[in-house]
């Protein structure tokens, strides 16, 4: 019984763990997207890093909730009306990380009015796997 209720409560902690690990992934990103707008060149160029850490580590074998979370995130984030310093960035770490499902989000941006966002958006959906190469066709 001792045991029990030692393994109970040790599942308990990683349970609220993993799900309080969200959150602060959200508030993180929201953070991170701000300071990417902002005009302190340092403040930017701070929050690209920042956010790039979390894209890589995303990235890594072993972080799959967290890539999908990372890229749910940022498709989210470029629905809405965006500085092109932020889109940039946001597409340079989706182009990384998408398996495909935001190529037609992407695609999008291909025709945006800043030439940094939309060369960005085309080595994005250059970067984003083929999905007959994955099947083996």
Same mark, same amino acid.
């Given at each position: 019984?001792?045991?029990?209720?030692?393994? =109970?409560?040790?599942?308990? /902690?990683?349970?609220?763990?993993? *799900?309080a690990q969200d959150a602060p992934l959200t508030n993180? /990103?929201?953070? #991170?997207?701000?300071?990417?707008?902002?005009?302190?060149?340092?403040?930017v160029k701070n929050a690209q890093q920042d956010w #790039?850490?979390?894209? =890589?580590?995303?990235?890594?074998?072993?972080?799959?909730?967290?890539?999908?979370?990372?890229?749910?995130?940022?498709?989210?984030?470029?629905?809405?009306?965006?500085?092109?310093?932020?889109? =940039?960035?946001?597409?340079? #770490? *989706?182009?990384? *990380?998408?398996?495909?499902?935001?190529?037609?989000?992407?695609?999008? =941006?291909?025709?945006?009015?800043?030439?940094?966002?939309?060369?960005?958006?085309?080595?994005a959906l250059a970067h984003i796997p083929n999905a007959?190469?994955?099947?083996?066709?």
């Open positions: 019984m001792k045991h029990t209720l030692t393994i =109970f409560c040790v599942a308990m /902690f990683l349970c609220g763990t993993l *799900l993180q /990103f929201n953070e #991170q997207l701000t300071a990417m707008q902002s005009d302190d060149a340092n403040r #790039q850490k979390i894209c =890589f580590q995303a990235g890594a074998p072993g972080y799959d909730g967290m890539k999908a979370e990372v890229t749910k995130l940022m498709a989210s984030a470029l629905e809405q009306d965006l500085k092109g310093t932020a889109k =940039f960035w946001l597409l340079r #770490q *989706l182009g990384r *990380l998408d398996n495909g499902d935001n190529a037609a989000l992407i695609g999008k =941006f291909v025709g945006d009015k800043e030439r940094t966002v939309r060369d960005e958006a085309i080595g007959r190469s994955r099947q083996g066709s």
